[in-house]
Every structure is written in C-alpha cells, then in structure tokens.
C-alpha cells in the first residue's frame, strides 16, 4: 500500500492548477461518494488528480489510485480501503472503477460501513450505474464529463477566462455576449483549429500526435471498453469500425437499419444495440425525432460522429462544411440539453426553440413558419435579431 502512496504523491507533482474544467465547479465535492463518467480521453484523471492537490496536497488524510494498477490483481479494494482507513486516511479519489470487476459491490459495502470516508471515483461513460446488480444509484451522485467546449479551449489557449451562458442568454441577448467577447479574443481566429484537434486535451501536450494519440484511444474504446456490455461478442469490433468508417462518410447519417445490417453483416436488433453503447461510448450522437423516446431499441432520426475531431481522424478528405457546423452545434448542445430533429429546421432544443445551422449567408425560409426559431450561421461575428453566429454556441459550458 506504501507504494501506492508514493504513485499519488509522483502524480501529484506532474498535475497544473493553471486550468480547470468546466465540472469541477459543478461537483459537490463534499458529498461522500461521487462518481464522474466520460469518455476515454476527456481529462477525468487529471480533474481527480486537480482536486485532490488544491485540497490535501500530499498529506496522509487522501490518496489517488487507479483499479488496473497491479496492485489489485492481488489485493481487494476493500481490503485496501482498510488499511487506508487505519492509517488516518479519509479522501479517496478512484480512477477506471470499471477495471476492477466487483467494484459496484465494494464501493456500496465501503459506502455503508464507513461514513467518515469520502470517495470519487472514475469510470467509462458505457457504465450503466442503474444496471450495477447493487443500488449504487442512490448513494452516488453521478456526473458527466465531456471534451473541452470551444470556450474551454479558447480559455486555455489564450489564458482569457471567459464564462459560460446559457442557451437563454443566448436566444434573448446574443448581440451583447457576442460583442463583450470579440473585445478579449476574435473567436474565429481559433474555430477551425478547434473543430480540427481541440476537443480533447491531447492539443495541450503535443499537437502533432494529436490524431495518432485519439485514434489509439477509439480502438481502446472499440477493442476494451465494449466489453463490459453484457453479451457483447468481440468478433463484431471489425464490423463495428466498418460501421463507424460509413457513418463518417455520410454524416449526418439517416440510419437504413435493414441496409447498414447487410452492409456490415451485424443484425438488425444487435446493431440498434451496438448504436446505442457508441453513443454512451462519446463516438456517435444518436438524435430522436421531437416527440419520440430515445430508447435501447428506438431507431434514431439522424447519427453524427460525436464531435468534428473524429469527423477529421475518420474522414479520407476534408469533412464537408455543412457537416461540421450541425456536428459541432450538436457536440455543445448534448451538454445538459434535450437536443432532437423536428419537422422543420435542424434541431429542436429542450422542446423550446428550434434552430436551422448553416452558413453566413443562411436564411429562414426553412423555419419561417416556427415560433421561437433562429439561423444559426457560421463565419459571422456578431448577429442581429434571430440569427446567431455559430461560435457562441461553444460557450455553453
């Protein structure tokens, strides 16, 4: 157990304050058990290794641990927690809970036995919290953490912290934020760049294996984490890249399910399925029609690669303009939004306001007859009325 100590301290020295997502505010931090969920990639271990140095530093009270460390091919983590728990300790922050296999079961038995302990943990986004065979759902508070916002990468690119609006903010005073912005920082300077390698965070350490870094951790993804899907059959990991290789050829991509099915030889109702766990997995946004549910076997309206970064690591050419507006206005709007495909006009948002995404020179002939409805353009500073430039959509969250 020293030695896992001694891991957590070396990590410690290795993190920066300088930066800090967009979640960290959004934690209650002082709740007992809390678990935060992502994609692979995303920064949750550097969010555990942030916290755990702005608030005990290196002191014995608090220690950070991964489940695939060695360690724990031998030793539980129960057993761990004990002798952690006897030598003063009271903060544990847990990262890739979905390595360890019974690890539901021992953070509830922890939980339960222990109320002085104060735990966070890390696992893959595909982890169903409410399918655990025990009620962890009620204990822990669960948080999900995304790629970096247009206005995240803006903030740590040119150290102007900008705050976060809300998509209120935005239909009612887009004309002022929008301006108050362009005073610190021309924002379409840094939009290309982006949408090409800025959502994850691997821009930050080195920009020329950005792509090589992300297509490792997709494979990581397809090859490893679907695996804790139950029934998941490894056999189909070639058919499902086939899979994302034709989505990223045709997004947005209305599914056929019947001809995806005999393209890539994964039948009907275990595709819907695969779909679904991609979607949980930050590789595909499914979007429903206004008015459907979104469930497991609920054939979506439309599918988009998850964010533009993968539609540049898939795309054999340049990704189509069209497609990277309505992937990036989708990839800001998941964040805390019901986002679906109305009748008319691109996107339907919390069933409140319907937007049509296109270029500087879109009109509203589309959405002419929709109440509460915008032009979302691209290449335009600022707007007037109801058309909003594009960018402002990256400030979110």
């Known amino acids: ?43 949750k271990t550097t969010l555990l290794l942030q916290q755990l140095k702005q608030n005990h530093g290196t002191a014995k009270e608090a220690i950070y641990i991964s489940l695939d460390d060695l360690y724990f091919t031998g030793n539980s983590l129960l057993e761990f927690v004990q002798q952690f728990r006897n030598k003063g300790g009271r903060y544990i922050y847990i990262d890739e809970v979905h390595k360890y ?87 379409l300077k840094y939009f290309d760049d982006y949408l090409k390698s800025g959502y994850y965070p691997y821009f930050i350490e080195n920009k020329k294996l950005y792509f090589r870094r992300l297509e490792q951790t997709m494979n990581q993804v397809l090859e490893s984490d679907l695996n804790f899907i139950e029934g998941y059959d490894t056999k189909n990991t070639p058919k499902i890249k086939q899979l994302l290789y034709i989505l990223s050829m045709n997004v947005p991509f209305k599914p056929n399910i019947v001809k995806l099915s005999e393209k890539t030889g994964i ?66 709007l998941k964040t805390g939004h019901i986002v679906k495909i109305p009748k008319s006009g691109d996107f339907e948002i919390d069933g409140k306001f319907i937007f049509e995404v296109g270029g500087k020179n879109k009109n509203f002939e589309q959405i002419k007859n929709e109440k509460n409805a915008f032009v979302v353009s691209d290449d335009i500073l600022t707007g007037s009325y109801n058309k909003i430039p594009l960018w402002l959509f990256g400030f979110l969250y």
């Open 1 to 43: 157990m020293d030695n896992l100590k001694i891991k957590s301290n070396q990590l410690l020295a290795t993190v920066s304050l300088k930066f800090e997502r967009y979640l960290s505010a959004q934690i209650e931090w002082n709740w007992r058990l809390n678990g935060i969920l992502g994609a692979r990639g995303t920064g």
């Open 101 to 187: 296999k019974n690890w539901a079961l021992e953070l509830k038995n922890i939980y339960d036995t222990y109320p002085d302990l104060y735990i966070v943990f890390t696992g893959s986004s595909i982890i169903d919290i409410l399918k655990q065979n025990v009620d962890l759902s009620r204990r822990a508070v669960i948080y999900y953490l995304q790629g970096f916002s247009f206005r995240e990468y803006l903030s740590f690119t040119e150290t102007n912290i900008i705050k976060a609006v809300t998509i209120n903010d935005i239909v009612n005073n887009h004309t002022i934020l929008a301006t108050e912005i362009i005073e610190k920082i021309n924002p």
């Open 267 to 332: 039948h009907r109702n275990t595709l819907v399925t695969y779909i679904h766990y991609l979607e949980k997995a930050q590789i595909i946004n499914a979007v429903y029609p206004a008015g459907a549910g979104a469930g497991i076997l609920q054939k979506p309206e439309k599918i988009y690669l998850n964010n533009t970064n993968l539609s540049y690591m898939l795309s054999e050419n340049i990704p189509d303009k069209g497609n990277l507006r309505e992937t990036f206005f989708l990839s800001q």
